[in-house]
């Protein structure tokens, strides 16, 4: 059971490139997240998606696009990078019920130079 | 939308002895209060959470209290280990939807030998 898996691991990018973060889990999780998390500054809720086809904003939005066509896969598109983008960003999936925990997974650390 | 603080930023403890971190929030509809423990280099990892329903919670060597009215919670850890040394976030909950959560800064626990 590999629970929540991102890749890549560490990328660099210019400014002005796009690319892809992945994320996949296989816990048959309804509800999946994405945060960015900087330095002294806890994590941040970019987007969330309570479902296939159903995706929504959260509190730092700006800068990132998301799909999710099935309940595995939820991949965050970053387009135009940009030097504020810089930081560790980690998908995490739950089942909703009452009280339930939220699974990440390992972090994708991005530089914007 | 949800505030979460964090104190202390930094603790450093004996092995042995308790390490106390508390937080605030200033949602008073906020129901669900989960603490996540990160290792260096993973994902957070939930290690134990309270609803507003209950005032206190304990497993094994950790616990957390709630105080409602005055919208604090805590967790408390006893006996500290070397193990013990991680960043521990607090969250909260944004109203009553228990899945999207506000994150405090995070503590980095520092057990001394």
């Known amino acids: 059971n590999a629970g929540v898996t991102q890749t890549p691991k560490f990328r660099i990018l210019k400014i002005g490139q796009s690319m892809t973060l992945q994320c996949a889990q296989d816990m048959n999780h309804n509800y999946m997240y994405w945060y960015r998390q900087d330095p002294g500054m806890g994590l941040k809720l970019i987007y969330y998606?309570?479902?296939?086809?159903?995706?929504d904003k959260g509190e730092v939005p700006n800068g990132y696009n998301v799909s999710r066509s099935t309940t595995e896969d939820f991949p965050l598109r970053l387009e135009l990078a940009a030097p504020s983008q810089t930081s560790v960003y980690f998908c995490?999936?739950?089942?909703?019920?009452?009280?339930?925990?939220?699974?990440f997974g390992q972090g994708t650390r991005l530089t914007v130079v | 939308g949800e505030n979460v603080e964090q104190h202390p930023s930094t603790l450093s403890v004996q092995e042995g002895d308790s390490a106390v971190i508390k937080c605030t929030y200033s949602?008073?509809?906020?129901?669900?209060f989960p603490w996540y423990k990160q290792e260096l280099g993973k994902g957070p990892q939930l290690i134990i959470d309270?609803?507003?329903?209950?005032g206190e919670k304990k497993d094994q060597r950790i616990a957390v209290t709630l105080n409602k009215t005055a919208k604090h919670f805590s967790l408390h850890i006893t006996e500290t280990q070397p193990e013990d040394s991680a960043v521990y976030f607090c969250?909260?909950?944004?109203?009553?939807?228990?899945?999207?959560?506000?994150f405090g800064a995070g503590t980095t626990v520092t057990v001394r030998a």
């Open positions: 998606s309570v479902g296939a086809g159903i995706t």
């Open positions: 309270i609803r507003s329903n209950v």
């Open positions: 995490a999936s739950s089942y909703y019920e009452q009280g339930t925990e939220a699974f």
């Open positions: 949602d008073s509809a906020s129901n669900y």
């Open positions: 969250a909260a909950s944004s109203g009553s939807n228990d899945y999207k959560l506000s």
